[in-house]
């Protein structure tokens, strides 16, 4: 949306807001943000609209008071990582209001959750900040995201790569694990320390906007149900495993050099047109690009962190949820995702793919759907595969990329892909493809990945998370872009649905 401003000063841009009726407050919230703020630029009426915004907080209701909150955090991140700006000069002058504000606002409810938002962008008041915190009954995850977002970076002893789903989560990392961090830091250039605290900065911010901004469009968010993760030195170890495990589905799979069959014979995993060996341990095959070339790798690969996959589903997974799917409100439940794929996905002959299946969550979903005897797991990390074939031995697991399945032409009975295409954005219209690809006629592609908000400004908020690998922001998907790579596929959709953010679709390879 756009607003005209040409003869509109500050302090009417703001009333026009804060005067509106109960009905027209978020749309006049919109206009009020269009005035001030361009997708993170801000414009000429921003630095003299923050003196009025922070006297009107003090004067306004709640529920106008948890808008501007919203408003000043964003205006603010707009300056950054410049902390002496005019506009972050200005806000910082409020930061007695806001606390004493916070310190009286219902906990958890929508004005609580906006300040919590709002005081995380001023760590020349950390203390200040942090004290005050202390008698608001924070959630953990909450509280150290706030913590981080008031701590300033100290060059000599850097913590990157550590905020997502919440800094408290990754201080449950074990000695190894930290001295694995300082290895990779000590190689980095005091800019790109700097730029990649800066994103951290902006993810913690970015996670706490979003759901400050939820809040005061609908009202107090659901609580995060988070699972557990024991003990390094109680997660399992993975089995040996023969290789006939891949025998019944070898028919189906290909080999990603020559495209060639694959035959398995003993322990040896061989094509039968280039005779490349392929390596295979503990029930994973390696038939990702160059798999032949580096075995040694790939077993060392089993044994790297045995428990990211329990990590990813336990403390990640809800928490991307909440971003990606908008899904502060709990609207998708796992009981949701469970009946959708017990629902929808309708196998023809041939193995069933479980594409990109993290740490085996929806496997065992998909398990219950049509059985373990027809699944094949397939994953590009092995952390994740080690996860899966942890929690069901009897599946093959298959390492290689979504972008070059190791499967032949219309061999595949169905596919899921479930909450992962947005792993690897670049490369989804090319995933989508090869589904097309090798389903069967009749077979099903049952996918959940998440869309772009309409809302700019939540659509903000998602864009501000960045996650090693994805270093330019979360990046998600636009509806159509979604349909037409399906309809590219050769693929019909049966069935769309989908709240907040999320596509949930079952497109079928007609017959």
Request: aromatic share 8%; proline share 7%.
């Amino acid at each position: 949306m756009s607003v005209s401003t040409a003869h509109s000063t500050a302090t009417e841009v703001v009333d026009a807001f804060t005067g509106a009726g109960r009905d027209r407050l978020a749309p006049e919230f919109h206009r009020l943000v269009a005035a001030l703020w361009d997708d993170g630029t801000l414009t000429d009426l921003a630095v003299p609209a923050v003196p009025v915004l922070v006297e009107r907080l003090g004067q306004v209701d709640d529920e106008r008071k948890g808008f501007i909150a919203v408003l000043l955090g964003i205006l603010i991140e707009a300056e950054y990582p410049d902390t002496e700006g005019p506009i972050t000069t200005a806000a910082r002058q409020g930061v007695d209001l806001y606390l004493d504000l916070w310190r009286t606002a219902p906990n958890g409810q929508s004005l609580s959750v906006a300040l919590t938002y709002l005081v995380a962008h001023f760590p020349s008041h950390r203390d200040r900040v942090l004290a005050a915190a202390d008698h608001r009954d924070l959630h953990i995850e909450d509280y150290t995201r706030l913590e981080r977002g008031v701590q300033e970076l100290d060059p000599a002893n850097p913590v990157l790569g550590r905020v997502f789903p919440s800094p408290a989560v990754w201080a449950l990392m074990d000695d190894d694990e930290k001295s694995f961090d300082q290895t990779w830091i000590r190689q980095m250039t005091a800019e790109q320390i700097a730029a990649n605290w800066e994103k951290d900065t902006r993810t913690v911010w970015g996670h706490a906007g979003a759901k400050a901004y939820w809040a005061v469009l609908n009202g107090t968010p659901a609580p995060v149900v988070l699972g557990t993760v024991p003990p390094r030195d109680q997660v399992p170890q993975l089995r040996e495993q023969s290789a006939d495990i891949f025998a019944p589905h070898a028919e189906a799979l290909r080999c990603p050099n020559c495209g060639g069959g694959i035959e398995v014979s003993g322990e040896t995993v061989r094509c039968v047109s280039c005779s490349t060996a392929f390596p295979a341990a503990h029930g994973i095959l390696n038939l990702s690009e160059g798999a032949q070339n580096n075995p040694g790798d790939f077993l060392y690969k089993l044994a790297e962190l045995p428990s990211m996959g329990l990590f990813y589903e336990a403390y990640a997974r809800p928490n991307f949820l909440r971003i990606a799917g908008t899904n502060w409100g709990a609207q998708v439940t796992p009981e949701d995702e469970r009946r959708y794929i017990i629902d929808h996905v309708v196998p023809v002959e041939g193995p069933v793919l479980d594409l990109a299946c993290g740490a085996g969550t929806w496997t065992e979903m998909l398990v219950e759907a049509v059985g373990a005897e027809r699944i094949i797991a397939l994953d590009a990390y092995a952390p994740m595969l080690t996860a899966t074939r942890n929690k069901l031995p009897e599946l093959p697991a298959v390492m290689a990329s979504a972008k070059a399945l190791p499967f032949h032409d219309a061999s595949v009975g169905a596919v899921l892909c479930w909450n992962a295409l947005q792993a690897f954005p670049d490369d989804a219209a090319a995933a989508i493809a090869e589904v097309g690809r090798i389903l069967r006629p009749g077979g099903t592609f049952s996918l959940l990945t998440f869309r772009m908000h309409d809302d700019r400004l939540a659509r903000y908020f998602q864009a501000s998370h960045y996650f090693p690998g994805h270093q330019e922001g979360m990046q998600l998907f636009e509806l159509d872009d979604v349909k037409r790579w399906l309809a590219d596929a050769g693929l019909t959709i049966r069935d769309e649905s989908g709240p907040g953010t999320f596509i949930i679709i079952t497109a079928e390879r007609p017959r």
